[in-house]
């Protein structure tokens, strides 16, 4: 999880790197930490310290770690020589390492030749079923080739199995959505909102998904997730105060005929407005007009 | 070694004292044949200044207290990880090689 200091930290250091600054190793080593995907800039900045055998020597044991991140970052840029080195250095080093194997597994997925990744990845398998990067890259594989009902069923078949991880839960939602199964993609985040219950973003799609299914009841419910999603950023998420304002709106024009309740739910609505309109007139002032005039377009219930 | 810990060290001392001073107390009621009923205003007083010492030496010396709020700046989730174990490299990135000549020496 990216926290928000830890952002600020990788700006500020990508900045310092990009700039002649110095500091790679550290960025890289925060890159890994949060793995976050600036492939390109790893690789620029990891190739310089590969190349300078002072530096490289600096690192010790780490040096091994440096080369499968650049292999990988390599492999991502479609720079396949660069890649094919740096797997030659690691295979010279560990023979017989699974997690080398693996890495000439992506080399071929990265070239294209699916049936060869296909291959390397089943005889590894052989030896180590329970491999959880293996069976990943292979629904990974799946999904390049653009066989997304073959990912699917490779995913499902993984989450039976390992029903704690919750980065596959995450692919698995993420997939649904893309082919616009909302239902489905609802239980996935369900199961990811249970799994890590104080984090926002899964508050917040889970959210998005229901509000999108439609229907007062779904409504309703999404109301609530975009109300947690604030309660756990303090605030801070504007996709969640706009979704609290959407959500009012159209729980109003659905329940137009039968007036019910809702007292409390309107103070809300007009919560979220005004702090809408406080973050707007913080951070862009020029924009705060055509959100004053969204705001009046949704015709929020008063 | 920090100031808080010397305070630490000196709180414990004090408890010590304190303790000792009660053991000579009780043996002092002894040999007076009197009963005890209660402790000596000055040993309670070295008992809470003690207690006061230890609690801001452990409270400090440790480290900083870290903020357990979720939406306190330091806990708060910006953004999930790139899901890299499901990375794909057949990417539009592809379409675009990159103009970087570099290469591996060996």
Redesign the interface.
Known sequence: ?????E?AQLNRLENQVDNGGGGAWEYLCLVRK????RS?KV??HG?SI??DPKQRSKLGGEEWTLYEQVA?AA?????V??AK??IN?LQRKFPESMRVGRLKG?LL??R?SWKDAEVAYSSLLEDNPLD??IQ??R??MA???GNISGAIECLNKYLEIFMADH?AW??LA?IYVSLQMYKQAAFCYEELILCQP????YHLAYADVLYTLGGLENLQMSKKYYASTI??????NTRALFGICLCSAAIAQLSKGRNKEDKDSSELHTLAAKTLEKEYKQRSLTKLPLLTATLRNLKLPS | MSFGFMIGVFGVLILAHAAYSTIQYRSLLKILEEEFSGLPMNVVGELLLGLVFCMWAALTVPGKFLSILPYSEENRIVSLPDNLDFMVFNHRGKVFPSKMDLKLKR
């Open positions: 999880m990216v926290g928000a200091v952002e949060l793995k976050v995907r390109e690789l620029k190739l590969l190349n990988i492999m991502d840029c479609q720079c020589d660069i080195d740096c250095a992506m997925e990265a294209g959880q990067v990943k890259r629904v990974a999904k390049a080739q980065e995450r692919e993420e104080l984090v926002p973003l309660d756990l950023t303090g605030g801070k």
